[in-house]
């Protein structure tokens, strides 16, 4: 049994030449081609060449030449069939079975095509109708040449055409159905067509087949400004990617491609020379898209309106998708200024102005960052706290082991630096002393700063624990278990915490407990007190905010406690596999992905 040619034709699309060949071979950027030592004989000098762009690979100094099919029969021994089924899976592809029902379903494939490349073909031809001018001049006023509506196989459907009755004769009823281009009227029970009154688009598969259609309207109605073909067997709108079919070709040239949010911004943007864009099909960016995507760009950008709704969708897929980046595929965004989208905004700017826009790009983590950071109010302990939630709660999401501790270690870096100290309110503290005699604040502040420095978090965090006992003895006799439980990394912290606990547990009064600890840890007392910021946090908070700022600390203590014991554990493993080693890593990582 053969292959069907579109099945092999989208494993070979999916994967580069020099993304299958550098698993054995090891390849060099030289131009357009990768070039390396011949597979197929022992030298010293390269003479094997990889081309992406045309899909091959040549060995210079034995002759073979072929396709990513060709390299593993050739290199691994293998069949073509077992060639096929190893390609596919490493493209995302489910296998090819040769059964009965496979191939009815190829004859169906091949019938939903050639409707839709009938259908299409005629209403392409519509559109440039005498009967039909308000579309096509609707079309070149939006700056859309006849060769760039050519290039994507724009059409216009007229009201009431009769387009239904060329195609029953050739189709069946059942066939025509499947497509989704026609629903019954429950009025007239006639065949109505869905994209009556509206120019559409053809959104084709990565093999360029003509699937589904977006339809947009051209006059003011009550009806969508824009419809989508329903989902059919061969549709389905979260797999699909409009003009990518185009967009891969320059794969060789570039690993970025702007992803937007319309048909229009589509064609408008790769009208004006930047033809690397896509966008989804009528559904939000779903992980299938993107990993489609990735096949082909590793850095794509998502650049969607700047109203506000593109903004919160562009949110939404920042922080669905920010669980699958790794190491080689990554995520920007590029936000459009004053309610734009990407088609205004080249129509107003031009294509140079675009390109610099999306030169400032953000970084997935980045633009999440800052769009969390700009929704609290930083001097406030408590959206502090909530946002310090919300961030670990994104790093954990991150299936990326290895990307996900290092991206949870640059955002608590980032989050170490929110304090009230660095905020405006400093010059308030400083406005305290500038009129006190000798104060030499420069010298104080850099020594201080210094210090701070030299700390690590979790030396922080245990030095603002024992400022909230020390100062607040009552309040934090309520949570006198939870205290007993932590160990503190500092000896002498750990010691003076104990000592607190037990004096609070056998004296009634607070004076008498501060005035012996004053006068055993008169030192550690001034290192705590110059060491942390939390004596500003809780300057007049209620005895309940107290209670649940030492809470959230305890709680930072464990995550901190956790973290190095997991990277611990993890360079124990590195130097010796340890059955019981990785078991307790997996048991603190659960525990930390659950806290």
């Known amino acids: 049994m053969k292959y069907p040619k579109e099945y092999l034709d989208e494993i070979k699309l999916r994967l580069k030449v020099s993304q299958v060949v550098g698993k054995s071979v090891q390849l060099k950027k030289r131009g357009k081609e990768f070039v390396g030592l011949s597979p197929f004989k022992n030298e010293k000098t390269p003479s094997f060449t990889v081309n992406d762009e045309k899909e091959f690979y040549h060995c210079f100094s034995t002759g073979e030449h072929g396709n990513i099919f060709d390299f593993l029969i050739k290199t691994k021994s293998m069949g073509f069939g077992e060639a096929v089924r190893t390609l596919a899976a490493e493209a995302g592809m489910q296998p090819y079975r040769f059964t009965k029902f496979d191939q009815i379903k190829d004859l169906r494939f091949q019938t939903y095509k050639n409707i839709f490349k009938d259908y299409s073909n005629y209403f392409n031809e519509q559109l440039f109708s005498k009967d039909n001018q308000e579309p096509l001049d609707y079309l070149i006023k939006r700056g859309i040449k006849k060769n760039i ?31 989704g281009l026609y629903y019954i009227s429950e009025k007239t029970k006639k065949h109505i067509d869905r994209f009556n009154s509206r120019i559409i688009f053809p959104i084709r598969n990565i093999t360029s087949d003509v699937v589904a259609f977006g339809g947009r309207i051209i006059r003011n109605s009550k009806l969508a400004k824009y419809i989508n073909s329903p989902e059919t067997e061969f549709y389905k709108k979260g797999n699909m990617i409009f003009n ?13 491609v702007l992803i937007v949010e319309g048909y229009m911004d589509v ?36 650049c969607l309106d700047g109203d506000e709704s ?19 595929n990554k995520i920007f965004f590029s936000v459009m200024p004053d309610g734009k989208d990407p088609d205004d905004y080249i129509k107003q700017f031009g294509k140079e102005a675009l390109l610099k826009l999306l030169e400032k790009k953000e970084i997935i983590q980045s633009f999440l960052w800052n769009y969390h950071l700009g929704k609290i109010d930083q001097s406030n302990p408590y959206e502090i706290s909530k946002f310090e939630k919300e961030i670990k709660k994104l790093s954990y999401s991150i299936k990326d082991e290895t990307l996900k501790k290092y991206v949870l270690e640059d ?6 630096k929110l304090t009230p100290i660095q905020s405006l309110e400093q010059n308030k503290i400083y ?44 309040i934090s006799s309520k949570k006198l278990e939870q205290l007993n439980e932590i160990r503190f990394v500092s000896e002498k912290n750990e010691i003076l915490k104990n000592l607190i606990i037990n004096l609070i547990s056998q004296s009634d009064e607070d004076s008498e ?28 908070k209620t005895e309940q905010e107290i209670l649940d700022l030492l809470g959230e600390l305890m709680q930072d203590h464990k995550d901190q406690n956790n973290l190095k014991k997991i990277e611990s554990l993890e360079q124990k493993l590195i130097k010796n596999l340890d059955e019981n080693s990785y078991s307790e890593l997996l048991k603190l990582k659960t525990q930390l992905n659950r806290e």
């Open 149 to 179: 509506i050519e290039e994507f196989g724009l059409g216009y459907v007229p009201w009431k055409n009769n387009f239904y009755e060329t195609l029953i004769k050739k189709y069946s009823e059942e066939e025509i159905k499947m497509t």
């Open 244 to 256: 990518l079919d185009k967009a891969k070709d320059l794969r060789s040239n570039t690993n970025e």
């Open 267 to 302: 064609v408008s943007v790769y009208a004006s020379g930047i033809k690397n864009v896509v966008s989804n099909s009528g559904t939000a960016i779903t992980d299938r898209q993107i990993s489609l995507l990735w096949k082909f760009f590793s850095d794509p950008i998502i």
């Open 310 to 328: 593109g903004q919160t969708a562009a949110i939404r897929i920042a922080e669905k998708l920010f669980s699958f980046i790794n190491e080689k």
């Open 411 to 416: 955002f608590l870096e980032k989050i170490r």
């Open 431 to 474: 406005s305290q002393f500038k009129n006190k005699k000798n104060f030499k604040i420069l010298k104080e502040t850099k020594i201080l700063h210094q210090r701070r420095k030299d700390l690590s978090k979790i030396q922080i965090i245990e030095f603002s624990i024992l400022y909230i006992i020390l100062n607040y003895l009552e």
């Open 513 to 540: 407990t501060k005035v012996k600890i004053n006068q055993e840890y008169d030192n550690i007392i001034k290192e705590i007190e110059e060491n942390s910021n939390i004596q500003l946090i809780t300057k007049n």
